[in-house]
């Protein structure tokens, strides 16, 4: 009998396993997850279904013939790390002929100069684009105007093997044109051209279907100028009242309060949009989940996630990915994706975490789906990271 109830919970366990797997759709061809897996986190958080970064960055840059577009919140390099056959590939590619356009943050630039300067020297075209309050902070990458690479990835060797990272890529020509244009606005802004090309809305044209799914481009600060009239805050509270069952969220930090830094203009204190509607979802039963990083609850950011997590139905913890044996890498070792997932059905994946000055001040970017197979992979990738070794409860929980 023993023997009879142990088997039958054998045969019970299997067949939800293999139900788990039923549900897990193929995505669309032509459209991937991408991650990064810091170095001996590899058996909690690698997916051996999604590539690596480094991977599909070189597959895309010795692809390109014609174009290949950066922008980023800044470059840097060292050598004898993953970013460095990133690097030679991208020169290659200046060598055979591809036009090399790379756009990153001014005011990041002064920090990490290296790259930009060694590049400057191939005759790599190159600007920088500077914002009184806020940064250039998307992560985008743009092969012959019909790939794109979108993601929480900045163009950093610590983002390729010491870093949690996710982002897409894919290939929809009518989808690439629109983060195309936007690059193409934010050149010529950084040149300085006070009075560049409008933006055309896109809202006619769009979702753009891929299989099952249905992806629209969503894009920051929160400017008709910058986003073409799809403003990607809208589109999160437009997610987030959707929910009627859960909600799962991974950013590297979030927060109500508006941090501000010397130089930047009048600025509100406070910035609630997303707080309300969290705060509304769960008092209507949604059960929500919020994973930040540890470099997200230092001051003052702690406080309003405690306050937060004392709402019923919404549930907060925090990544801590350990340090390396290698030694000490600035900057690194952290928590650093940016999605949402809504009731296993829809969701958002950018570049943007939720703060004030990603939506409203600084230059950032995003995709929104409805579908199940996309959904299913995020819902997969936020459950290993949630339930995984290096995350613990809000401090004093």
Known sequence: MVFKALLAAVLLLTAAAVADEEELKPLPPGLELVESVPLETESALDDPSIRQTQEVWLEMINGAQESLDLEFFYL???PKTALEPVVKAVESAKARGVRVRVLVDAKFLITYPQLWERWAGLGIELRKIKFASGVQHTKLMLVDRQQVFLGSQNFDFTALSHIRELGVHFTQPELASCYQQAFDH??????????????????????????????FPVFSPNDPKWNAGNPEELALVELLRSARERIDVQVMSYSPLVVTYPGDGPLPKRYETLDIELR?????????HLLVSNWGIKPPLLTPLEALSTVPHLEIKVSHIPAWSGGEIPFARV???????????????GTSNWEYSYFMTSRDMGLVFEGKSLAGRLQAFFERDWDGPYVRHLPGK
């Open 335 to 349: 928590g650093h994706s940016k999605y949402l997932v809504v009731d296993g059905q829809r969701g958002w994946l």
């Open 280 to 288: 509304a979802a769960a008092a209507r039963g949604v059960e929500v």
């Open 186 to 215: 934010d050149w010529v802004v950084a040149e300085g051209d006070t009075s560049p090309p409008k933006l055309s809305p896109v809202t006619a044209r769009f979702p753009v279907k891929m299989g099952d799914l249905e992806l």
């Open 76 to 78: 840097r390099f060292e």
